[in-house]
């Protein structure tokens, strides 16, 4: 899965909620955190082409388990984020 923010995001964190019917990836992730599927995340800086390190996934703790968090994002660029379940 990819996406883009845009110039001008303004925070660092981007959340995405993954559908409960899918039957890979993270859909299956709506009961039972040690059951997570966290996917491995790429994040690029489309302005410059640059990698960004510090890009990481959090993962739930709590109930909405199929809600996935990419944080580490630049605000203030148009980031590049590819996640691989």
């Given at each position: ?20 019917d ?11 955190k ?12 489309l ?9 990481k ?28 379940f």
């Amino acid at each position: 899965m990819t996406y883009t923010t845009g110039t001008g995001l303004g925070a660092s964190v981007c959340t995405f909620t993954m559908p409960s019917d899918i039957k890979n990836g993270a859909g299956a992730n709506s009961g039972n955190k040690r059951l997570q599927n966290a996917p491995n995340v790429t994040i690029a800086n489309l302005s410059t082409g640059a990698s960004n390190n510090g890009g990481k996934v959090q993962l739930q703790t709590t109930s909405n388990f199929n809600l996935v968090k990419v944080d580490g994002l630049n605000g203030a660029a148009d980031n590049y984020i590819k996640m691989n379940f």
